[in-house]
């Protein structure tokens, strides 16, 4: 959890419209959404998984991308929107997931 914390650090969540932590499960452990458009209004905070939380499914294959590429960097845009994730993995297995939402 350290390493992701760390990362997540690195990676400016201030600058971020939108910031979501995702597990090795793909459920959202902590999200963060200023423009209230990405992330559905009525989000069960206990773990629900990012296909039944995010409002635009672009953000899913990003996401399932990342995971493809553990360690990489992936980018993608929607609407007017920037968004990059990378999966962190340990050994052979995913332990979490960030994205970063900027504007375009």
Request: proline residues 2%; charged residues 25%; positive net charge.
């Amino acid at each position: 959890m350290i390493e992701i914390i760390e990362y997540a650090y690195e990676t400016s969540i201030k600058d971020s419209l939108a910031f979501i932590l995702l597990n090795s499960s793909n459920e959202i452990l902590y999200y963060y959404d200023s423009t209230g458009k990405i992330v559905k209004h009525r989000i069960n905070k206990n773990r629900q998984h990012i296909l039944e939380a995010v409002k635009d499914p672009d953000i899913v294959k990003i996401v399932i991308t990342a995971n493809e590429r553990p360690g990489n960097s992936v980018t993608g845009e929607f609407k007017k929107y920037k968004t990059s994730a990378i999966s962190i993995n340990k050994g052979n297995k995913i332990i979490a997931t960030i994205l970063k939402i900027t504007e375009s």
